[in-house]
């Protein structure tokens, strides 16, 4: 683990190693079991540039192999990174049947994730929250997930204005003016919460922070509660539970 990682880890969860430090709440197992395997899994070096969906399950599949095992498993091992990246694209390849579709084609619903998580995981939490269902009360739902270890999957609206990749100074290089990770321009993109900092202990907050792990990076970022709302597809957050 690099030293950059671990100062990160403890600016996100100050000095507590645990679940909860005040309000906020972090899945250090998550961010730990990622960085085994971010440069291997990670879209941009399978260059599945459409397949968030998928790959977000890789990664919350790789949380809960990497927890189970007390930190001594993860999915990807060996030194020669070529054959790394080759075994994660096998793998994403596997999970495009489960789901019925071609190899690098859009996740349209959470369906053919649910059915990633059933019937290829063998999951037996793995449930859509409620559309009918009032924005704090998924909240509560989606903080009380995070509680008990559960990450959770989110869809963010793609960028409609035509930004994305740009050339600057002679190099292409991203532009996120709608939002800060959103590597696909018009598409939709698929993201995995593993945290969440709640200002206000009796209070949702516009201002709270919600930390995500994006897989077409293989990074980890944070964005505040109001601007989940506003880039979520998710009207009242009817996320996702990817829960073993």
């Not at 906020?24 to 879209?43: G, T």
């Not at 996120?176 to 209070?203: A, E, L, R």
Request: include cysteine.
């Amino acid at each position: 683990m690099t030293k950059k990682f671990i100062v990160i880890l403890v600016m996100l969860v100050g000095l507590v190693s645990g679940a909860w430090a005040g309000n906020r709440i972090v899945l250090m197992d998550f961010l730990m079991s990622a960085e085994n395997i971010a440069d291997y899994a990670k879209q941009d070096a399978t260059k599945y540039n459409h397949s968030c969906g998928p790959t977000s399950t890789l990664f919350v599949y790789n949380y809960y192999l990497y927890k189970n095992s007390g930190g001594r498993k993860v999915l990807f091992y060996g030194s020669n990174k070529n054959e790394l990246i080759n075994r994660a694209k096998w793998t994403i390849r596997k999970l495009y049947k489960t789901m019925g579709q071609s190899v690098n084609t859009d996740t349209r619903t959470f369906d053919s994730l649910i059915d990633i998580g059933v019937y290829r995981y063998k999951f037996t939490n793995v449930e859509q929250r409620s559309q009918y269902d009032v924005l704090n009360t998924n909240l509560e739902y989606l903080v009380n997930d995070l509680q008990n270890g559960i990450p959770i999957i989110v869809s963010l609206k793609g960028q409609n204005n035509g930004q994305g990749r740009v050339w600057k100074n002679g190099k292409r290089v991203y532009v996120h003016k709608i939002h800060s990770t959103n590597p696909v321009g018009k598409w939709n993109h698929i993201v995995v919460i593993f945290g969440y900092d709640k200002k206000n202990s009796y209070k949702f907050s516009d201002n709270d922070i919600v930390y995500y792990f994006d897989p077409y990076f293989g990074k980890h970022h944070y964005m505040t509660l109001k601007e989940l709302k506003r880039v979520a597809n998710q009207d009242n957050m009817d996320y996702l539970r990817f829960g073993k």
